[in-house]
């Protein structure tokens, strides 16, 4: 992953989630996707966010020790039900901070009660999750992805550079 990709991307998903709300999660648009959806209870545009998970090897850190240990490899994939519990267990908390991994754009998002969500962004054959606006059907005006192979994809508007 390009650094400058990486800068530019953690700069797009910070402005579009630090503030909001974890406000619930639905079945993906495929077997086996988890949306998460973020909303901005304030006059913060755009207000209504998502979190799309494809691979999920998906963690909360309670700990700075266990946000050093994590990585993709010492997580297993889980289930529908294993996903929506640990979502559900921390339904309306705020995103306070976020940032990407250095080599793989894995996901952090650190909530105010200082845990943080994990989302693997390393898949050579898959994307990990997306980031968007809106409903995500082609309306918004954002995208960000974590791509095969350590890759970011952004789509933005023209006046975020």
């Not at 648009?29 to 755009?46: A, K, L, M, N, T």
């Not at 994990?118 to 994307?127: A, F, I, M, P, R």
């Not at 974590?146 to 550079?161: D, L, Q, T």
Request: glycine share 8%; hydrophobic share 35%.
């Amino acid at each position: 992953m390009k650094r400058e990709d990486r800068n530019f991307a953690e700069r797009a998903i910070k402005k579009l989630l630090i503030g909001s709300q974890l406000d619930g999660f639905q079945f993906g648009i495929g077997p086996g996707i988890v949306r998460v959806c973020f909303s901005h209870y304030s006059e913060q545009d755009p207000d209504q966010l998502w979190l799309n998970i494809e691979v999920r090897k998906i963690a909360i850190i309670a700990s700075d020790e266990q946000l050093t240990t994590i990585s993709k490899e010492t997580l297993e994939e889980l289930d529908d039900e294993e996903s929506f519990q640990l979502l559900l267990r921390n339904r309306r908390e705020k995103v306070k901070d976020i940032w990407l991994g250095e080599d793989s754009p894995h996901l952090y998002i650190s909530l105010e009660s200082g845990k943080v969500l994990y989302v693997n962004g390393h898949d050579e054959n898959y994307e990990c999750w997306q980031v968007g606006d809106n409903h995500g059907y082609g309306d918004g005006d954002w995208l960000i992805v974590a791509v095969p192979g350590n890759e970011i994809a952004i789509w933005s508007p023209e006046e975020f550079k």
